[in-house]
């Protein structure tokens, strides 16, 4: 009886967790949930990049009425989309004892098996890889040509670097330090920091277009024609660029009842700054509104300012967006938990 009991013990103790399968979540370990303050600055970063910088242009293009139909539109349809792969997550979770939906590839998988997931982490890669190198870019261009341009818009080279190769080298070693982050919920300070920053850059900006249209008072239009239709739809589509980042952002809501309400929150704030900013500087400069509404401002500190403030934007943003890559390579690679010391060593 004793050799039974401790036969057993015995076994109990070394039972076998079971394999991982193709559809087991990445992270067995509980997460760190975020509040509605918090998901609310991580969607607003998510969302907020640099292709603000030309919304005053295509309202130049596109004419300020058909720019802000164009705008709110796309903004209603984003809204729609991002909510209905939020409902279809909880859905399929809710239906046929399916396994918890952590990810885009997860979602693929119970909806079309191994070639959906295949095909939603390819073009997630692609789509958030792709935002990230246009952040990189955008910065190593600005730091260069605020700190080492001369007035002839010549660069002298660094240590035998272009000062743009050597701004895009050095970000490297901080981003490694920012991606270590495991959370999206430990990186909401640094997005709500982020977000105070793009919110005074683009501040600055609209009042210096107050005072410009004011002083100027420039010819407008309000619609641009048909010919520019498939543009302004490009740019707006483009300006609300955090899709990828809704189902990673709802699961780490603390609160995920409410999530829907502060993501239409944030779209509509959202809608509404990109409104007021692309407007206003389209009635600013008019017909002579740049491509990059920064420029019209010259060579100053107000402009140094608001690039620089951009620039610190996009560099918090990098760790955020790059969150779906990190998870599709972990699990592609690994298969499962038992490699996230690739990570968080």
Avoid at 145 to 158: M, S
Avoid at 276 to 298: C, H, P, Q, R, S
Wanted: hydrophobic share 50%; charged share 15%.
């Amino acid at each position: 009886m004793g050799f039974d009991k401790e036969a057993s013990s015995s076994s109990h103790v070394l039972k076998v967790p079971p394999l991982p399968r193709e559809d087991t979540p990445l992270l067995g370990q509980p997460r760190h949930l975020s509040s509605q303050s918090k998901t609310f600055a991580n969607v607003f970063i998510a969302i907020v990049g640099a292709g603000v910088l030309g919304l005053p242009y295509t309202f130049k293009k596109t004419g300020w009425l058909m720019g802000s139909v164009m705008l709110f539109s796309v903004a209603i349809l984003a809204y729609h989309c991002m909510m209905l792969l939020v409902f279809t997550r909880r859905k399929l979770e809710s239906l046929h004892g399916f396994s918890k939906i952590n990810s885009f590839g997860d979602l693929g998988f119970e909806v079309c098996g191994p070639f959906g997931r295949f095909a939603v982490d390819v073009m997630i890669v692609l789509a958030q890889a792709g935002f990230c190198v246009s952040y990189l870019i955008f910065i190593a261009n600005t730091l260069a040509y605020v700190f080492n341009a001369d007035d002839d818009g010549n660069q002298a080279r660094i240590l035998g670097l272009s000062p743009k190769t050597l701004y895009l080298w050095a970000c490297f070693p901080f981003q490694l330090g920012l991606n270590s982050i495991a959370t999206l919920t430990h990186l909401a300070p640094l997005s709500i920091f982020a977000d105070v920053v793009d919110l005074a850059a683009m501040g600055v900006v609209m009042v210096e277009d107050v005072f410009v249209f004011l002083e100027n008072r420039p010819e407008l239009k309000a619609f641009g024609g048909f010919s520019v239709f498939f543009y302004g739809l490009g740019v707006a589509v483009y300006s609300f660029e955090g899709v990828g980042m809704i189902v990673p952002l709802e699961l780490e809501a603390k609160y995920k009842d409410k999530f829907g309400k502060v993501l239409a929150l944030c779209m509509a704030f959202i809608a509404l700054l990109y409104g007021a900013f692309g407007l206003l500087g389209y009635m600013a400069f008019g017909e002579g509104t740049k491509d990059i509404v920064t420029t019209n401002l010259g060579a100053g500190l107000m402009s140094t300012l608001v690039q620089l403030g951009l620039c610190i934007n996009l560099f918090i943003t990098f760790p955020l967006m790059m969150n779906p890559v990190y998870e599709v390579v972990e699990r592609r690679l690994c298969g499962s938990r038992y490699c996230l010391w690739l990570r968080w060593g």
